[in-house]
Each structure stands twice: as C-alpha cells, then as structure tokens.
C-alpha cells in the first residue's frame, strides 16, 4: 500500500458523459500526477500540480481537465467521452516539487470503461 | 522526438536465472531515470538514477546508468517467480515548456518459470 488512493476503483459510463476521479496522495507529499495507462499506449503522463499550482503537462486532451485542492487532493475531470478513454488512469504523489528529480508512489488505479 | 525504448518487450526464463533488461533513451534536458516494477496493478518504484555510472542496488536487483551511451539496464539476479511482473522504465525530463515532462518506455514483460 503506497499511501496514495483513488476513487472510484471501476467506473463504467456510456459515451459522451463527463466523470470525475479523485486522488488523495501520501501524507505530506505535495505533487500530484495524473497518468492514463491503455493497453496499445502504455504509461502516458497526463498533467501534475504541485501545491495547488500546475507545473506540467503532458498528453493530455482538452477535454481533460485536472485540479489541486487546499487540502492537496486532486481530481482529474473527463468529459465528451469517447470509446477510447477507456483506460486505467493512476495518480501518483511525490514529496518534492518539479525542479528536484523524485520518486513517485502510485495510487492503485481507476479503470475506466466507456461503452 | 524524445522517447524512451525498452528492450525486450518480453522475456521467459527460468527460476535462478539471472536477466538484464534494457532502456534507451533520447530526451531534451535528461534529468533522472526510473525503474518501475508493475505486477498486477499499480507500478511500484525501484530506483531513481541521475548520476552516470553509479550502481543501485537493492537485494537482487541493480541498476545502472550511462549518461553518455543513453542507456541504463536493470539486472536481476538469481530470478524468483515473485520476479514475474512488468518492468517499465521513466525518463523525467526537467520541463521544457511545460511538456511531456515524465515518458515512460512501453515495458519489459517478464515471466519467470518455476
């Protein structure tokens, strides 16, 4: 058990709806990272915040949509979906901001399903 | 473009064998690289490496880095079924723009036959 826990474990919903997916990372980290995993894409890093604030960016569509939280947890919105959204999204947390190299705990996943 | 290559996609050996997994990498403002190892659900991490030619080690487990070649190999030594997970290997660049800051290879599979 890393620390990290996402909400919900299975989600399953139809096209062109909008979920939202929560994270809460270990006690005391202050970075939060989306990651989307599929099968034919592997480990794609989405979007991280750091203290409220985000600090990067990656694949991530526009009509994804991330947030930090004063308390620090996170939520990662997905609206319009699409059949190929259907994935295992991760969260991850880190004790460190993104100017210093760190490891990363990942939460045990979200797996989506759009029918 | 900046991507990082593992190598072999998958590999089936036997207990007590030892294995060398591969990662290649080619990325603006290399910064470290990880391993990560994945079994059933969520990737759980082995090591960081930011410095060219120091080896990590952890029980059975090694890696190491080389900055020059841009590459790094995870060995694992007298291999246990336990083993059996994939091996994803990480890139974090220090973000250039703000973009694709963390690649991760597509994984290494391995299966350890008892």
């Known amino acids: 058990d890393s620390g990290v826990t996402q909400t919900p474990k299975h989600l399953i919903t139809a096209t062109g709806q909008r979920v939202t997916l929560r994270c809460s990372p270990r006690?005391?980290?202050?970075?939060v990272y989306w990651y989307q995993q599929s099968l034919d894409q592997g480990l794609q890093f989405l979007i991280q915040y750091y203290n409220g604030e985000e600090r990067a960016k990656g694949n991530i569509l526009e009509r994804f949509s991330a947030q930090q939280f004063p308390d620090l947890h996170s939520e990662l919105n997905l609206s319009s979906l699409e059949l190929g959204d259907s994935a295992l999204y991760f969260c991850?947390?880190?004790?460190?901001?993104?100017?210093?190299?760190?490891?990363?705990?990942f939460g045990p996943g979200t797996r989506l399903t759009v029918l | 473009e900046d991507k990082v290559v593992q190598s072999p996609l998958s590999l089936v050996v036997h207990e007590g064998d030892t294995v060398t997994l591969n990662c290649s990498y080619e990325v603006t403002n290399f910064r470290s690289l990880l391993w990560y190892k994945q079994e059933k659900k969520a990737p759980t991490f082995l090591f960081m490496l930011?410095?060219?030619?120091i080896e990590k080690k952890s029980g059975r487990l090694s890696s190491i880095l080389d900055k020059k070649e841009l590459f790094s190999i995870l060995n694992i030594t007298a291999t246990q079924t336990g083993d059996s997970a994939v091996y994803l290997c990480?890139?974090?660049?220090?973000?250039?723009?703000?973009?694709?800051?963390?690649?991760f290879g597509k994984g290494t599979r391995l299966h350890i036959l008892p």
């Open positions: 991850a947390s880190s004790p460190w901001g993104p100017t210093i190299p760190n490891e990363q705990f």
């Open positions: 006690s005391g980290d202050l970075s």
């Open positions: 930011t410095s060219s030619g």
């Open positions: 990480a890139v974090d660049r220090g973000a250039v723009n703000r973009d694709d800051k963390i690649i």
